[in-house]
């Protein structure tokens, strides 16, 4: 059974730092490319981060600088470190795993909250 638990959400006051982690099991975590995607209140979802299987990285461009993605295969891990948080930063996110465009699975979520 594939199983992705998000972990590291909560309520934090602007500027401040989150880490969000991703646990998974039942996967072959090296092969699969992971993300961390979010979705705020009457918006669509939308990609935050990617880590390629080779550790490559892409963000959208409202969190580049601020936002960090990493992987440990050894531990079968995605990280998110999110620093100098904003409101706008405020939604739910999602881990996400993805292999040879075959494979999907989500996690079931953790809420960032970013509020004074």
């Known amino acids: 059974q594939v199983r992705l638990v998000e972990s590291g959400g909560g309520l934090v006051q602007p500027g401040r730092s989150l880490r969000l982690s991703c646990a998974t099991s039942?996967?072959?975590?090296?092969?699969?490319?992971m993300g961390w995607y979010r979705q705020a209140p009457g918006k669509q979802r939308e990609m935050v981060a990617l880590?390629?299987?080779?550790?490559?990285?892409n963000y959208t461009d409202s969190v580049k600088g601020r936002f960090t993605i990493s992987r440990d295969n050894a531990k079968n891990t995605v990280i998110l470190l999110m620093n100098s948080l904003k409101p706008e930063d405020t939604a739910v996110y999602y881990c996400h795993a993805e292999a040879w465009g075959k494979y999907n699975y989500w996690g079931q979520g953790t809420q960032v909250t970013v509020s004074s």
């Open positions: 039942g996967i072959i975590f090296s092969i699969f490319a």
């Open positions: 880590i390629t299987t080779g550790g490559m990285t």
